[in-house]
């Protein structure tokens, strides 16, 4: 029987087998707003991105309010014996930056969507480089996406990936044990685009609307103001 919007028994079996008891050892949850999550449908959940252990963690809120992840990987992981076979099994699309078969990623994602898949967009692209941790200016994928299938486009934010496994470091600092916070926030409102053709203009108004809806979970979890003007990597 087909499953377009989950892997396979086995694979999933396998991945939530190995993903969930880790993740229930390795943080303390604060799960808030997880309603706001779609059951049912293509959706994109646009977060930000803190380390390379926020993609697990994020997973597992995903999965625990009804929704398999389906993440967007570096390519690179695709050809690693055994692990590639295991990404594209659980239904990871491939992401080639920079290069022309960027453009086959955001295809396979339209695809994905119109399955009824849940994709996991870092619209940042990386981790953020912004000393405060505040979210970067995003790239406009997901946007593209959205204004061309009409997918709703839900903000998370989360906190505390980052205490776990700061970006650039290898080893886990897993004592004491941290926090994982998640906020989901309402469906971005795109509307003012629709009908409008993807200009540059366009899909950069559009990515900023959906990176301050991300920003503004990410101040109520941390309970400050964020930065007036997101940060620019490009930029500096």
């Known amino acids: ?73 570096k390519s690179a992981l695709f050809k690693v014996p055994l692990l590639g076979k295991a990404v594209s099994s659980l239904l990871a699309i491939p992401v080639d930056r920079g290069s022309a078969e960027a453009a086959r990623s955001l295809r396979i994602s339209s695809e994905r969507l119109a399955d009824g898949c849940a994709i996991l967009f870092y619209p940042e692209g990386t981790c953020t480089r912004d000393p405060g941790l505040w979210p970067m200016v995003g790239k406009t994928g997901a946007a593209r996406l959205a204004l061309e299938s009409g997918t709703q486009v839900i903000p998370v934010a989360h906190w505390g990936a980052h205490e776990l496994l700061p970006y650039g470091e290898k080893r886990p600092r897993l004592f004491p044990r941290k926090t994982f916070r998640v906020s989901v926030g309402q469906p971005v409102d795109l509307s003012k685009y629709a009908g409008q053709p993807p200009h540059a203009d366009v899909l950069r108004a559009a990515t900023a609307d959906i990176m301050a809806a991300v920003t503004t979970q990410l101040a109520e979890l941390r309970g400050e103001k964020a930065p007036e003007t997101p940060y620019d990597p490009a930029g500096r």
């Open 1 to 73: 029987m087909s499953r377009p919007t989950r892997p396979s028994r086995f694979w999933e079996t396998l991945a939530v087998v190995v993903v969930k008891p880790l993740s229930w050892l390795l943080v303390k949850k604060d799960w808030r707003h997880g309603e706001r999550i779609p059951r049912t449908g293509g959706v994109i959940i646009a977060a930000n991105h803190l380390s390379w252990t926020d993609p697990v963690l994020l997973s597992h809120f995903l999965y625990n309010h009804g929704r398999w992840p389906v993440i967007l990987a």
